[in-house]
């Protein structure tokens, strides 16, 4: 069990480029969560896949954002035509089946749009 | 509405010193409980979780948290607060009948003077 693993953890681009970061979870979890944490707030929910299916979406999730999990393993989020408000921390989170809820997060991905 | 409030935005503490962080929440029913953890740059961890049972939680790194249903609440609590607690803490609450829906609180920040 090596975590939940995120790269690049720092990523500076600027206004209206495209960006993609990559969340490798636990090996074993099948459900995998993208956050978004702007600076003095807690993570918002972005959106969730359950293997390899995208089962929710938070109307947080422009057209601008898309997430893939293709294989059901490490998923991607890619932000095209970054804005400045597109600034945050963006965090990975996976866990298993059944129990109590617990999520398993990543270090994150810090996007900066100049 | 569901909400998760946490009404401390900043805590200064004497190292040594008692800590308390306060939770409030409203659900429509007594959610799984959390409090999660984040030092400056990382991702978070978890430091303790409640779904049934004792109402007075241990969790790691010395830390334990009641919930009172009475009063909405599930407050953190360590008797001798550490200079490496200084962190960034979010309660978290996810509802029994979807528990992918976490919530997070804005998060109260920790510093610890000498």
């Known amino acids: 069990d090596t975590g939940v693993s995120q790269n690049p953890r720092h990523k500076i681009t600027k206004r209206g480029q495209n960006v993609t970061f990559r969340c490798d979870p636990i090996?074993?979890?099948?459900?995998l969560y993208w956050y978004r944490q702007t600076l003095g707030q807690g993570p918002e929910f972005l959106t969730y896949?359950?293997?390899?299916?995208?089962?929710?979406k938070s109307r947080l999730l422009s057209d601008r954002f898309s997430a893939e999990r293709p294989k059901g393993s490490f998923s991607t989020l890619e932000i095209q035509r970054t804005e400045q408000g597109d600034s945050a921390m963006y965090l990975c989170?996976?866990?298993?089946?059944?129990?109590?809820?617990?999520?398993?997060f990543g270090e994150g991905s810090r996007l900066t749009v100049l | 509405a569901q909400s998760v409030t946490q009404p401390d935005i900043h805590i200064t503490v004497s190292e040594g010193a008692s800590l308390e962080l306060r939770c409030n929440y409203s659900?429509?029913?007594?959610?799984?409980l959390f409090w999660y953890v984040q030092s400056p740059g990382q991702g978070l961890q978890l430091l303790l979780k409640?779904?049934?049972?004792?109402?007075l939680v241990q969790g790691i790194k010395g830390f334990e948290a009641e919930f009172k249903r009475s009063q909405s609440s599930f407050n953190l609590r360590k008797p001798s607060v550490h200079w490496s607690d200084a962190a960034e803490y979010f309660c978290?609450?996810?509802?029994?009948?979807?528990?992918?829906?976490?919530?997070f609180g804005a998060g109260t920040r920790l510093t610890v003077k000498p």
């Open positions: 896949f359950q293997n390899e299916a995208q089962l929710e």
């Open positions: 989170a996976s866990r298993g089946t059944g129990g109590t809820g617990e999520l398993f």
């Open positions: 978290a609450v996810a509802p029994l009948y979807n528990n992918n829906d976490m919530r």
């Open positions: 659900y429509g029913a007594t959610p799984y």
């Open positions: 409640y779904f049934s049972g004792d109402t």
């Open positions: 090996s074993e979890h099948n459900r």
